[in-house]
């Protein structure tokens, strides 16, 4: 059987969903997808969206999208409105599980209340600095706060106010009262409520006290009755916190966790603080610049969804930490577009071809195949004329032995034109080769063999130059040059490539692609993938992104 292309490979998790149903411990399946709107998702939230998305998807379930929105400081609408593109982008829908953890604060306060009046909750005068300090280590167990054993309606009381706005930020916290010398440093009485005095992009101003995470996190699972809540690693010693919530509380519903190792990738940072400070300093030109992991610049770059739908499922969900190769990434994204990319002609930095032998005001309209492997994909018309241009690294002067392309008295074919020999080399004062005088050969017209049997070694591209669209071409390298860039001594951006971006300006294009629409994707061919830059083209003068070169490129430089 082969493997089709969009179905995830079997994991651990979904072994576990398997014999819930089997058991009878669940009828249906409910996953979410839970992402803090304080950034644009990136390409490891893609693997938590395929797979709380896809067991949905494959079990007949749903998946919800839930923002947890709980820091109104670091949190924003863009980001909310970004995050559900970039969902939908990659194939997926939540349907009208649309929810917000800020929905759920009254609810959470209620029951905030009720940890308090039975004596497991109670409020903290401490600061944030003195709370840290007491709270221990592994070796050590902490000290209990001076207020740890004040009388319930006192706290309740210190409660309601802190609510009523009556403190200034960090005067007061509630904490969960559990164990002070608990092994597990997430039960040494955390925070579960903290003052902020900050507006919220969907509750406004009505709240000046706002929930942690953790105390949020888990909770709203259980309101919206989510059978297997899934999260990443670092999460698995929180799970026992969420469990004293579940146990401690008249929550509807017992979600389970389970926890996966996140998604790395070389020569990439992954976290949306690293990716907000690149944005905010300028290192790039947003956070849907093409050199970065998020899914909005991931999709610019002209990445098909599917192409990452199918990296997704190739690595799989497993509990050990690794680090996958960006390589990986762009093989997905070149398979999936060797096979929905047409074929074009483009000259990226383009030397200009004569045919003198060929008639002055002829044009001759070349059919051309726009795909090597599927006839359907039909054959386009691409003028021919006198005046070509040809990729300035498709000529040498002094060809070494094995070079099959163009050079003084060598005969190549132009793709699908006709044999060109090169007769004469124009330079101008400065040694540049700035014209090459050619001939062709009318017996080889659509590019075929010529009736003498006469054989050529080498195909290259050209384009008209009386034709030719202009266009800007961005080609894009690794956006850091360490494999790992936050290893070691130093900062992330120490290890920033300088030569990530190199833009060509006056590239040559086929005329049928002064007509490609925003998003479009080609094979511009012996060159790699492209795409129209969505933002920065305008009509008669696009930008193409190069998505990603025919072959792993970068390997061979490195050797
Ligand atoms: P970051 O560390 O990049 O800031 P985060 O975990 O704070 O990310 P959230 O918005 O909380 O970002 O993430 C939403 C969901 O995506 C979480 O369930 C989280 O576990 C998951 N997720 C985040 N990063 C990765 C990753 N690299 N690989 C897999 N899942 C991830
Ligand atoms: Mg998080």
């Given amino acids: 059987m082969s493997d089709s292309p969009d179905k995830a490979h079997r994991d651990f998790i979904r072994d576990i969903i398997d014999e819930d149903l089997a058991s009878g411990r669940h009828q249906s399946i409910v996953t979410r997808f839970p992402p803090e709107p304080n950034g644009y998702l990136h390409i490891g939230h893609a693997k938590s969206i395929c797979l709380n998305f896809g067991i949905a998807r494959e079990y007949g379930g749903r998946c919800h999208l839930r923002f947890d929105d709980t820091n109104p400081s670091k949190e ?104 002070m010398a608990h092994p597990n440093l997430n039960l040494r009485d955390p925070v579960l409520y903290r003052i902020l005095h900050a507006h919220h992009h969907r509750t406004g101003d009505r709240w000046c006290i706002y929930p942690m995470y953790d105390y949020a996190h888990g909770q709203s699972d259980a309101l919206e009755h989510i059978t297997h809540s899934i999260c990443t690693l670092e999460f698995e010693n929180h799970r026992p916190l969420y469990d004293w919530f579940i146990d401690n509380l008249p929550v509807p519903a017992r979600p389970r966790q389970y926890e996966f190792a996140r998604l790395n990738l070389t020569y990439t940072v992954m976290s949306k603080r690293k990716l907000l400070q690149l944005v905010r300093e300028g290192h790039v030109a947003g956070w849907d610049d093409p050199r970065m992991p998020t899914l909005s610049g991931l999709r610019r770059r002209g990445y098909p969804a599917e192409s990452i739908r199918n990296f997704c499922a190739t690595i799989g969900v497993t509990k050990y930490q690794s680090t996958n190769d960006f390589v990986l990434l762009e093989n997905a994204v070149r398979d999936v577009m060797n096979r929905t990319a047409a074929r074009r002609m483009a000259v990226l930095d383009p030397i200009r071809v004569t045919i003198t032998n060929y008639p002055e005001d002829q044009v001759e309209e070349m059919e051309v195949a726009n795909h090597p492997e599927q006839e359907s994909a039909g054959t386009r018309r691409v003028p021919f004329c006198r005046d070509l241009y040809i990729e300035r690294d498709d000529f040498l002067e002094e060809p070494p032995k094995g070079y099959f392309r163009l050079s003084p008295g060598a005969e190549v074919r132009f793709r699908s034109a006709y044999f060109i020999r090169c007769q004469e080399v124009v330079k101008d004062a400065t040694g540049t080769v700035v014209e090459l005088r050619c001939t062709y050969d009318p017996d080889t017209r659509g ?8 054989k050529v070694k080498g195909t290259i591209h050209w384009v008209s130059a009386r034709h030719a669209v202009e266009a800007e071409v961005r080609l894009y390298d690794r956006l850091f040059s360490a494999e790992n860039p936050d290893a070691g001594e130093g900062d992330f951006l120490d290890h920033l490539n300088p030569g990530s971006l190199t833009v060509l300006k006056g590239c040559r294009l086929e005329p049928a692609l002064g007509s490609a629409e925003p998003g479009e994707a080609f094979q511009f061919e012996r060159l790699g993938y492209f795409c129209v830059d969505a933002r920065d083209s305008r009509p008669g003068a696009p930008v193409f992104n190069r998505t990603v070169g025919l072959r792993d490129s970068w390997a061979k430089a490195q050797k």
Wanted: net charge negative; charged share 35%; glycine share 8%.
């Fill in 447 to 454: 590019g075929q063999n010529p009736p003498d049997g006469r």
């Fill in 76 to 179: 924003e609408q863009e980001y909310v409105d970004s995050i559900q593109e970039d969902i939908r982008w990659l194939g997926f829908d939540w349907g009208e599980h649309l929810y917000f953890a800020s929905d759920y604060f009254e609810q959470l306060y209620d029951w905030a209340v009720q940890l308090i009046r039975d004596g497991k909750a109670y409020v903290d005068e401490q600061s944030a600095e003195e709370i840290r300090q007491t709270r221990g280590s592994l070796t050590e167990p902490g000290t209990p706060s001076p207020w740890r054993d004040r009388p319930a309606e006192e706290s309740l009381d210190l409660f309601t106010r802190m609510r009523a706005g009556e403190f200034a930020d960090g005067e007061r916290v509630l904490r969960a009262r559990i164990d």
